[in-house]
């Protein structure tokens, strides 16, 4: 038998003990590990090379999780978690096969028809190079083509309004869209 505590961590930031299991009989998940810096592996809950978790399934049917370090001085320590927690553990750690075993159907991840709408649908014909070379700011701001075309739109809505260009915009002191009325 390989008796380990379990410890929760106490208001003055000591430990103090609540229970022990035995994990040569419990089911062991070790964290999975990727490169991170090109180099060196770490795990993907803790994202550090010299430290990681192992999560624990008792005999008893508690989850435990590990957290342990490479750093001298510094103790593995071990606490309970919540079937919750143990479930989003192992779906972080890519273990789908174990959550459908312990769990049942993975619990699919939101999501809805598409994007959030922002307003209501305009639809207009444009020219295929000036579809190009939207495309190409868009690429070059890492946004959609969509964002690139409603800033163009604010930007010449405070030309028209204002007279100025909108790069004067900052210098000139001006209030934000809703205090200009734009």
Known sequence: MNRINVTERTDDGSRRLIGWFD????????????A?????????????????QRLYLTRGGRWVLEQWSRWQGEADTYHYVGADAAREWLQINGDEEVIERLFGE???????????????????????DLID?????????????????????????YTL????????????GIGSDEEEGI
């Open 106 to 128: 993975p619990v699919p991840p939101e999501s809805g028809p598409g994007r959030p709408e922002i307003g209501p649908v305009v639809t207009i014909r444009l020219p295929q």
């Open 161 to 172: 309004r204002t007279g100025l260009p909108y790069t004067d915009r900052v210098d000139a």
């Open 133 to 157: 070379r939207l495309d190409a700011e868009a690429d070059r701001c890492d946004a959609s083509r969509a964002e690139i075309i409603r800033t163009m739109l604010w930007q010449q809505l």
């Open 23 to 34: 994990a040569e009989a419990a089911e062991v998940f070790a964290e999975r590990r990727e």
């Open 36 to 52: 991170f810096d090109g180099a060196n592996l770490a795990g993907v809950h803790m994202r550090d090379q010299d430290g990681g």
